[in-house]
């Protein structure tokens, strides 16, 4: 199965569409985004890049997510006003994945958490009686790139945040839901509901409230799901204005 990435692909149709919006005549403080979201994330540069284009155009954001939106998607989702969630509609959280010259992806959380966890283990062992297991696993550690995994994390909390301030979110409440998206989680896969995201303190709201938009969005997304595609389908349409 082929699964699209955000890429600087979507960052360039996202533009498009964009440019488009503009040549109508409707102030920015007037424009409503209705956001159909299905995604399995990307890049998270890519992702912050379309969240911040499209918080700067469009005074109001109301995202649907039928089914998914991970990793970097769900940093699209929490820049909304809204988050319409059904029942089988997820979040996770927005972890960032390196892949090695090996091909081995790697999660930035995970690799920080085990190093920390043998610092904590072994803290006060001295080196000739660490068990050569764990000896080896503490000697592979680059240090030069726990500091860079360090930083890019603690740079998407930073994008979170900016975007969630966006949206209205208070700053406690940025800083609190972020540090839950990104540092919290115990794996990658974890999946965020409607209900753990309401706890959580994400803007959503129950797919009931929207039947008939929520129908149309499905309908949408029907058309597409099955399909294998390396880029993601932008598709939009943009509402005649009456003179």
Do not use: C
């Not at 600087?8 to 424009?31: G, W």
């Not at 540069?45 to 769900?74: C, D, Q, W």
């Not at 080196?127 to 740079?155: A, C, H, M, R, W």
């Not at 803007?203 to 309908?219: D, L, Q």
């Amino acid at each position: 199965m082929i699964y699209a990435e955000l890429s600087p692909a979507e960052e360039f149709a996202v533009e498009s569409f964009i440019n488009r919006v503009k040549e109508v005549d409707i102030p920015r403080d007037n424009r409503t985004l209705e956001l159909l979201l299905h995604s399995y994330g990307g890049g998270v540069e890519s992702a912050y890049m379309i969240a911040k284009a499209l918080r700067k155009n469009f005074s109001k954001i109301r995202v649907y997510i039928p089914h998914i939106a991970a990793s970097g998607a769900t940093l699209i989702a929490i820049s909304a006003d809204e988050i319409v969630m059904g029942e089988i509609s997820r979040l996770s959280p927005i972890d960032v994945i390196r892949v090695t010259r090996d091909g081995e992806s790697i999660s930035l959380l995970a690799y920080l958490r085990g190093f920390l966890k043998l610092n904590e283990m072994f803290k006060t062992t001295r080196k000739e009686d660490i068990p050569y297991p764990y000896l080896s696993l503490i000697e592979d550690v680059n240090l030069s790139t726990f500091e860079e995994f360090s930083g890019i994390l603690s740079q998407v909390k930073g994008y979170a945040i900016e975007l969630m301030k966006e949206a209205g979110y208070e700053d406690k409440e940025a800083e609190k839901i972020s540090e839950r998206l990104i540092y919290d989680p115990l794996t990658h896969n974890e999946v965020i509901d409607f209900e753990k995201a309401k706890e959580i303190g994400l803007k959503v709201r129950f797919y009931e409230e929207f039947k008939g938009s929520w129908s149309i969005m499905r309908r949408w997304l029907s058309k597409y799901i099955l399909e294998e595609s390396g880029i993601h389908h932008i598709k939009y349409v943009i509402p005649e204005v009456r003179k």
